[in-house]
C-alpha cells in the first residue's frame, strides 16, 4: 500500500465520521434550541367608549331618517352639555328595506335607518350621564367596554 492510498483513506473515514456525528447530533436533536415563559400584564383601563345605536322604521327612507336625525341632534345637545362634542364619533349609518317573508312571498314593511356613535370618555365619572342622556334623547346603548389608550 502507498501512502497516497494511506492518505485517501484516512481523509475517507475523517470525513465520514464527521458526517456521521454531525447527522446523528443533527437527528438527535442536538440542533434545536427551544424556551418557555409566560407573563402577566395587569393594566387600569383608561379610558371608556359608550356605543350608541339610533334605528328608526317607517314606510318611508326619508321619514326614518328624518327620525333618526331628530334623536341625534337631542342627544348630540345632550352630550355636548357634559363637554363631550369632541368625544362623539360616527361608526356607522346603514339604511336598507325591510322585508317580511312570513308568507312565502316577499312583503315590503319598509325602511329602516340605523346610525353607531361611539362615545370616547376618559373620566368614567360621566358614564352614568352619557348612559342617561342617550337614552332619553331616544337612543339604545349597544355596549359599554373599557379600554387602554395605548
Given at each position: 500500500m502507498n501512502f497516497q492510498t494511506k492518505k485517501g483513506k484516512k481523509s475517507f473515514v475523517i470525513v465520514v465520521v464527521v458526517l456521521v456525528l454531525l447527522f446523528g447530533f443533527y437527528f438527535a436533536g442536538g440542533a434545536t434550541?427551544?424556551?418557555?415563559?409566560?407573563?402577566?400584564?395587569?393594566?387600569?383601563?383608561?379610558k371608556a367608549i359608550v356605543n350608541v345605536n339610533i334605528e328608526q322604521r317607517d314606510e318611508s327612507a326619508q321619514v326614518a331618517k328624518e327620525r333618526v336625525n331628530e334623536i341625534n341632534r337631542a342627544l348630540m345637545e345632550n352630550l355636548s352639555r357634559l363637554g363631550l362634542g369632541e368625544s362623539v364619533e360616527l361608526v356607522g349609518y346603514n339604511v336598507y328595506p325591510e322585508y317580511?317573508?312570513?308568507?312565502?312571498?316577499?312583503?315590503?314593511?319598509?325602511?329602516?335607518?340605523?346610525?353607531?356613535?361611539?362615545?370616547?370618555?376618559?373620566?368614567?365619572?360621566?358614564?352614568?350621564?352619557?348612559?342617561?342622556?342617550?337614552?332619553?334623547?331616544?337612543?339604545?346603548?349597544?355596549?359599554?367596554?373599557?379600554?387602554?389608550?395605548?
Open positions: 434550541v427551544s424556551s418557555r415563559g409566560s407573563a402577566v400584564l395587569k393594566a387600569q383601563p383608561d317580511n317573508w312570513e308568507t312565502g312571498e316577499r312583503k315590503d314593511e319598509g325602511y329602516v335607518v340605523n346610525q353607531q356613535i361611539s362615545v370616547t370618555l376618559e373620566d368614567f365619572e360621566l358614564i352614568d350621564e352619557v348612559l342617561d342622556v342617550s337614552i332619553d334623547s331616544g337612543a339604545l346603548v349597544s355596549y359599554l367596554s373599557f379600554e387602554l389608550s395605548e
